[in-house]
């Protein structure tokens, strides 16, 4: 077998570029490899939010000015379930950016610094001692799998897909906007809770807009779920006809499987690493796509316990937060309780900024501020 390498990544979405960035930069000799199964730019059903924090990981990884030219989103509303409202400004602003234009910068900065990106599809995996063989050609130290929420490597390795109660399912379309729109909308639903719809202004004139639920809500409709999906978007967003109508699966944090087998680490939508409460996962793909080459480079000889560690000091106390706070969050008065605080207070509403979209944890005094307002309402009720 010649076809040799230290490194092959499997999907070159954010999780799996990242991790051949990170590679690179840590190991310039290393032979790394970067398949997917399309050809870039693809499209990827998606909000588009790139939030500050995933800035910072794209950063880290020499691509400071990556996504500099879209404009920054400081402005971010939510509505909870049972309407309360905060409107503000973020710490540090977002960005809202294609991923037919995202996905395909990540992969020709990867290209461009000496990555070798094929085109190929993964059916087949075998472990051998020191090394795994993809399809039996090609001979990898380390495969890191960055191939989304229906990992094919994941099902290789024998890890189930994540639990239907462990995951959502959203539908994106791109609407109209007046060009000055500068607010991201989230605007919670009671209907079939947890669901949301949003609006998230790109900067040209268009807005991606969407609505997403769980998947056992969805079910338990009873009816297709093209028609839910795209029936709620319309009738939450009647003034925003939405076209390129476009839906995927969520695996969410809290239905994360171990974080690979063997030689085979799980990284992105693959390991299930997205936020529970705001379906944010682009942040959390660069930062385990980067965990993940850290471990594949630095640690050849043992990749996992390497991943676990990494993965632990960076979200272990983040991820049990957010489980927490999903189950908490079950009840729609406790997010109409954290709302209504962030309205009034600019240290909450930043934090909760922080817990949702990276990687930020709920300190006590703010938790019990919380209960004390949900527990107040609850008696009021
Ligand atoms: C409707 C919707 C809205 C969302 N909105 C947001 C948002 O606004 N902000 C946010 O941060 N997150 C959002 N998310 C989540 C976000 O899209 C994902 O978390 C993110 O794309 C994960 O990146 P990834 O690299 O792990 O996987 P992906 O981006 O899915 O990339 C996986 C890649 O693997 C390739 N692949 C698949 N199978 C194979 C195979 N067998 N062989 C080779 N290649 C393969 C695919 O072609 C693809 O390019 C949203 C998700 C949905 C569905």
Redesign the pocket.
Known sequence: MDDVWDVVI?????????AALRARQLRPDARILL????S?P?D????????AH?RAELATLGLPDLIADHRPARRLSVISPGGARVLATVARPNH?VP?LVF?ARLVEAARSRGIEVRR????ALAHGGDHVVLDGAVRAGTVIA????????RRLIGIPASPDRHT?????GYADVPADDDVQLIAMQREGWPAYA?S?PVGDGTA?V?F?MLLPELRATGLPGREVLHGRLARLLPHLPARDL?????PLSTGRPKPGAGRVLL?????S???PL????????LL??RLAAEAAVLSPAGPLPAYRRSLRRALGRHLVTTDLLARASRHPAFIDAAIETAARRGDVFDLLVDVG?GSGTVPPSLAAAVARRWLGSAVRG
């Open positions: 499997v999907g070159a979405g954010p999780a799996g570029s990242a398949l997917d199964r399309a870039f693809r990827k059903a998606c909000g588009d939010g790139i939030a995933a809202v991923r996905d190929h599809r993964v059916r960055a191939d989304g929420a229906n990992s094919a490597v959502a399912i959203a539908v994106r949003w998230f991606n969407g997403g476009r839906a995927h699966h969520l990284a992105g939508d693959a390991g690493f997205i936020n705001t379906g944010e996962g682009i942040y959390y793909a385990t796509g979209l």
